[in-house]
T-cell receptor, first 114, second 110 residues
């Protein structure tokens, strides 16, 4: 089983709202990732968690706040977003976050900020 | 630096045509190489991978060979189907990150 699940599938929020995206995997993977993908572009890495600790933050604005409650779950808390933050948000996981690993992606949450 | 370059699309083919999507990478270290596919409205799915020189990755009729001498990982399929219409991303590993190419849109017409 190489499934990563994400909820919700779609989300519409205003610029003053607070919402959260959720990601889950049951593959026993110890590394989890958040990516942002704009239309017709490749995914851009936002955050990496390795063994439940934040290991990479790609200079993401503080209105995005990641959380890894346990090794199976990854959240992305959203607050005071801007319309330009509208995108597909992808979660991925891999075995341990080392250099040569395969990352497995979820289906994404399509976010629209009004 | 580390980068991946893919041929620009869109690529439009008739059903049963031969497909090649070119991908080259910058050669720092010994990365793993990947092809991911993204169908409309969906996330990325791993299509195939190769972890060392001369490895051939294959899946669902698609193949790609890790060529160290030409720093390439071209994707091929002998006979495409309408259902192969999607965006294809070449990627290389880099210290736990994935470096993606810009993506190539494939449209297959009946």
């Amino acid at each position: 089983d190489t499934e990563v699940t994400q909820t919700p599938k779609h989300l519409v929020m205003g610029m003053t709202n607070k919402k959260s995206l959720k990601c889950e995997q049951h593959m026993g993977h110890r590394a989890m990732y958040w990516y942002k993908q704009k239309a017709k572009k490749p995914p851009e890495l936002m955050f990496v968690y390795s063994y439940e600790k934040l290991s990479i933050n790609e200079s993401v604005p503080s209105r995005f706040s990641p959380e890894c409650p346990n090794s199976s779950l990854l959240n992305l808390h959203l607050h005071a977003l801007q319309p330009e933050d509208s995108a597909l948000y992808l979660c991925a996981s891999s075995q341990a976050g080392t250099a040569q690993e395969t990352q497995y992606f979820g289906p994404g949450t399509r976010l629209l900020v009004l | 630096g580390n980068s991946v370059t893919q041929m620009e699309g869109p690529v439009t083919l008739s059903e049963e045509a031969f497909l090649t999507i070119n991908c080259t990478y910058t050669a720092t270290g010994y990365p793993s190489l990947f092809w991911y596919v993204q169908y409309p409205g969906e996330g990325l799915q791993l299509l195939l991978k190769a972890t060392k020189a001369d490895d051939k990755g294959s899946n669902k009729g698609f193949e790609a060979t890790y060529r160290k001498e030409t720093t390439s990982f071209h994707l091929e399929k002998g006979s495409v189907q309408v259902s192969d219409s999607a965006v294809y991303f070449c990627a290389r590993s880099n210290t736990g990150k994935l470096i993606f190419g810009q993506g190539t849109t494939l449209q297959v017409k009946p």
